[in-house]
């Protein structure tokens, strides 16, 4: 069997090394196996020929067997155009083309047989099809022509003459010259358990499938081929590391969690809030170091969380510390955690750049000391002048605008790393979670406080002002606070500040009678502070922002939250901005503004805000309308294998029986060296070679 992957492409018929180059620069195909691995994106069903009356702008491909009467130029100047006149002996239909008119008069022969094939559309009432493939009747062997695979090329490589139909050939050459079926990849208990065809059939009816079905039972075998591998690779690693890492042994659940739990908790806790600390109570005194990823939508009270888990790590001697992606966030937990501890003998410390001279040396001291409890800050904590006595467990709020970088050098200087604990209210899908965070534990608050009443969100023009004015009157002269949030985006900034600062006179103009405040990010951070001080306290009414009040800012009198320019903002930040309203008993409203020109997907989102308020219906949409490349923390976490087919956000179910499978081979073969499993592990080696390990986050 000739190795594929050292097999050179200039081996096959029909590439020479003009061809080659190219395919190697513009598609990084190199080998066989590279070009068996370059997949069509779609498969045109040519075993149906149309009769010209059947057609319509409805049908996405079409094609019709019959003979070109005349061509026609028509036109001037860009609009210059090449009529063909096809009839299909029935009706006459116009064949539409915009350049190499020469190329095609003289190319094509008046009366004789073709197949035309393209998309039909309508111009002047009539139904036309512009620059459709042209195949002689006779060479187009419709028996062995029944789904035709379409290759994606690059600019560059139809300028010097390739077409989809140029990597047909090579493909269809390829397969011929094939003597022996490729070899599997896949162990046959696996392919027997789940269906799967071999390697060597889905290859080929990737390419060339005979039927719809055939396709896509191909398509399956390979996505899940990818899928496993890296859900193998992500559950190997964890395992290891998990063996590897020892961790504190919170052995006792103590004094302090025990007298905060029977006299200072002002509310019983949601059930979901119980069982998140039950998980985390078990990892915390397995012996091992626990990795834990808490999702919670908006308002469901990780904080909470974060603090009782907290009183285990004290109890059991530790000092913890909780970071907050901002300055405003870390006071706001202070504040939260003061409150919530009234007298108890907890010191809490406060660290941002705010805590100067004296102070900042006496929390550093009470650091060393082992004095000071609970750290509260934001990244000033993991700076490398903070020593802790014995630091057990930090907690993480709103990671994402963490790097992971920044995250592995928490525990660096620990000879036993501390217990992690990932807090964040974007909901990230299940199944992108697998992968992207495959090696975190995942709890899930998935239950409100009782009595929340679920934000009301309404999608406003902006040529109605005064709808919009009544509501906000409405409710501030009910004693309400209300946001209004424009957009920020960081290469437009001149243009989005002014903006936000006419946004602010205009309010100001508007409610006279009112104080109006306004932050953003570009104000000095004590003018901020106060500025937001000035809202929480209640001493503004409105306060017009950029987003840097989107995440956790907690003024639960705030009713109303005006996202200017909506169609701007993607679903998670607009869902993240929704959740700083609805946080006090009362009935809250988000407010949608856009223009009446919105695209399809703009529409969609809107759509979808007004439609739901579940954080994680949102993440699966804006998974849909995105792709998972856009989601932050994507980047950073490179997925270590080159996904061909398989699409996170699509092929949900896929993923989940990929991880399945995995962790069924990995139970029974936990030395991986089973002889059954010989081939999988010598694959995942060999997919592992120099690529980054997959400690995504660790
Ligand atoms: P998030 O999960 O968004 O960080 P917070 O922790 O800020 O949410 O909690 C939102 C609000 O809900 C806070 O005012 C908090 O005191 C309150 N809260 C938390 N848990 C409960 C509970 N079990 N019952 C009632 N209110 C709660
Ligand atoms: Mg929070």
């Known amino acids: 069997m000739q190795d594929l992957k050292h097999t050179d492409i200039t081996y096959l018929p029909g590439i020479g090394p003009a061809r080659a180059k190219v395919l190697r620069e513009e598609l990084n195909i190199h080998t066989w196996h590279d070009l068996l691995y370059y997949f069509p994106f779609k498969h045109i069903d040519r075993s149906r020929l149309y009769k010209i009356s059947e057609l319509s702008t409805d049908m996405p491909f079409v094609q019709v067997r019959g003979q070109f009467l005349s061509f026609e130029e028509m036109g001037v100047g860009r609009k210059r155009h090449l009529v063909g006149h096809f009839t299909d002996g029935e009706m006459v239909m116009d064949l539409v083309w915009f350049a190499r008119f020469q190329y095609i008069t003289r190319s094509i022969k008046l009366h004789t047989d073709y197949i035309i094939f393209g998309r039909p559309a309508m111009f002047n009432g009539r139904i036309n099809i512009s620059h459709p493939d042209v195949d002689p009747a006779d060479t187009l062997l419709l028996s062995k022509m029944r789904m035709q695979p379409y290759y994606s090329l690059t600019e560059k490589m139809r300028r010097t003459g390739f077409s989809s139909r140029t990597i047909e050939h090579f493909t269809s050459n390829l397969f011929q010259h094939l003597r022996e079926p490729i070899p599997e990849t896949l162990p046959q208990y696996i392919c027997d358990r789940l269906h799967l065809m071999p390697l060597d059939t889905a290859l080929r009816c990737a390419h060339y499938p005979s039927t719809a079905d055939e396709l896509s039972h191909a398509t399956m075998r390979l996505k899940f081929e990818e899928l496993f591998y890296i859900q193998l690779s992500i559950i190997r690693y964890t395992r290891e590391r998990s063996q590897r890492t020892r961790g504190h042994v919170f052995a006792l659940v103590g004094n302090l969690f025990n007298t905060f739990y029977r006299d200072y908790l002002p509310f019983p806790l949601t059930n979901a809030q119980k069982r998140v600390i039950k998980e985390m109570r078990i990892d915390m005194g397995s012996g091992l170091q626990m990795n834990r990823l808490l999702q919670g939508d908006v308002g469901s009270g990780k904080t909470l969380v974060a603090l009782m888990t907290m009183l285990i790590a004290l109890d059991n001697g530790f000092q913890t510390c909780i970071m907050a992606p901002t300055e405003i966030l870390a006071e706001q937990h202070l504040a939260t955690f003061t409150s919530f501890l009234r007298d108890m003998p907890v010191r809490v410390e406060l660290l941002t750049s705010t805590v100067k ?104 023009y902006n040529n109605r002002p005064d709808d919009l004015y009544r509501g906000m009157l409405r409710e501030i002269e009910d004693g309400r606070q209300v946001y209004v949030v424009y957009p920020l985006v960081k290469e437009s900034m001149k243009i989005d500040l002014q903006n936000v600062e006419d946004g602010f006179r205009y309010f100001q103009e508007l409610f006279p009678q009112y104080k109006v405040g ?174 980054e390990n997959w400690s995504v986050i660790s």
């Open 518 to 691: 306004m932050v953003h990010g570009q104000m000095k951070p004590a003018v901020k502070d106060a500025e937001m001080q000035r809202f929480v306290s209640g001493e503004t009414q409105i306060l017009v922002a950029t987003t840097v009040i989107e995440v956790g800012v907690n003024v639960p009198n705030a009713s109303v939250m005006v996202i200017q320019d909506a169609q701007r903002f993607g679903l998670s930040q607009l869902h993240q901005l929704r959740g700083r309203v609805g946080r006090g008993a009362d009935q809250s409203y988000c407010i949608l503004v856009t223009g009446f020109e919105l695209a399809r997907d703009t529409r969609r989102r809107i759509q979808i805000m007004t439609e739901t308020n579940d954080g994680f219906e949102i993440a699966e949409e804006d998974l849909k309308l995105r792709g998972p490349g856009d989601l932050e923390g994507t980047q950073q976490s490179g997925i270590a294998f080159d996904l061909h087919l398989a699409n996170l956000a699509r092929d949900g179910q896929l993923v989940q029986l990929a991880r399945d499978t995995a962790t069924y081979v990995l139970d029974n073969d936990p030395e991986q060296n089973l002889p059954v499993n010989r081939l999988l592990w010598q694959q995942l080696n060999e997919l592992s070679q120099g690529r």
């Open 357 to 460: 001279g004296k102070r900042r040396k006496s929390v550093f001291e009470g650091l060393k000391s082992g004095e000071v409890n609970i750290l509260i800050g934001t990244h000033a904590v993991i700076e490398d002048n903070v020593e802790f006595r014995n630091l057990g467990y930090v907690v993480i709020d709103e990671q994402h605008r963490f790097g992971v970088a920044q995250r592995a050098r928490l525990w660096r200087k620990n000879a036993v790393p501390p217990h992690v604990l990932v807090m964040t209210a974007t909901p990230i899908p299940r199944t992108l979670a697998m992968t992207l965070y495959g090696d975190l534990s995942v709890s899930v608050i998935d239950e409100l406080p009782p009595g929340r009443k679920p934000v009301k969100t309404i999608h406003l």
